[in-house]
């Protein structure tokens, strides 16, 4: 019986260092067996988001050409379809917020989309308020596309549907943008809709599996696995609590902190760039 256990705990620790070597192996040199997305995209230091709404009306074609003259890397939007199925950019399919008007981006035809509000608040900073301009109209993706060739562009298909993101894909390849276009959805299914109907297209992670990346990562699994993404975004929590403090409780804003210091991990990173992952 002694023989027996010496030699079970023999086979455990030889498949433990195993482990450990191939582990750390795969960890350092992940395209070994893996594929790498280097090749895919340029790299990005300044994004705009919603094309800078920060400084002009959100997803407006002043704001993309004024991010483009100040040189920012990407410009990241957000996608909705019209009843007659014109690809438009917008953060919400229902315009209430952003128009002032009551209706469904995708319940009314292209021609009929009232303009944005003219001043209106930016969403996610509920004070700032954006004005003093005169193109007011919905941007069409196929115009943006036209007009600013050269710029990465960061799509999310947001609701997700199939015409939608046909669509979409369409126009990349009619505008020749597999190098510099990124899509994808929050959402895993919509996420692998957009992996089907054009896998060629760079795709940023779902919620699902950023939180799956970090696991495997603490874990100490994630050389042993494929990522078919090849963007990693992630919010950051602390910003977040910072800028909504009259909101999170004194408790939240120190969980948001040590949530950004478990997300802001060095280390997986430079895994992430070692598989060309953004």
Request: hydrophobic share 45%.
């Amino acid at each position: 019986f002694e023989v027996l256990m010496e030699l079970v705990w023999l086979i455990i620790i030889a498949i433990a260092i195993t482990y450990l070597i191939v582990s750390s192996v795969l960890f350092v040199f992940p395209t070994l067996i893996h594929q790498n997305h280097e090749s895919k995209i340029g790299s990005v230091k300044i994004s705009a988001h919603r094309g800078g709404a920060g400084e002009y009306i959100e997803n407006t074609m002043p704001a993309f050409n004024h991010a483009a003259q100040l040189g920012v890397d990407m410009l990241e939007i957000d996608v909705q379809e019209t009843k007659d199925s014109v690809i438009v950019i917008s953060h919400d399919n229902d315009m209430y917020r952003a128009t002032g008007k009551k209706g469904l981006i995708s319940e009314t035809l292209y021609n009929d989309l009232p303009p944005y509000s003219n001043p209106l608040f930016l969403q996610f900073d509920r004070v700032q308020c954006i004005s003093g301009q005169s193109d007011l109209s919905f941007v069409k993706l196929d115009d943006l596309f036209e007009l600013h060739k050269d710029i990465i562009i960061h799509i999310d298909t947001k609701d997700g549907k199939p015409s939608l993101v046909n669509g979409v894909s369409d126009l990349v390849l009619k505008h020749d943008r597999l190098k510099n276009t990124v899509w994808g959805n929050m959402t895993e299914a919509k996420n692998d809709l957009c992996y089907s109907i054009n896998p060629d297209v760079t795709m940023f992670m779902s919620v699902r599996k950023v939180i799956i990346t970090y696991l495997m990562f603490y874990l100490g699994i994630i050389g042993f696995f494929p990522i078919k993404e090849a963007v990693f975004d992630i919010p950051m929590p602390s910003t977040i609590a910072d800028q909504f403090s009259d909101v999170f409780s004194r408790g939240q804003k120190v969980l948001a902190h040590i949530a950004q210091f478990v997300m802001m991990n060095r280390l997986l990173f430079w895994h992430l760039r070692r598989r060309g992952i953004k």
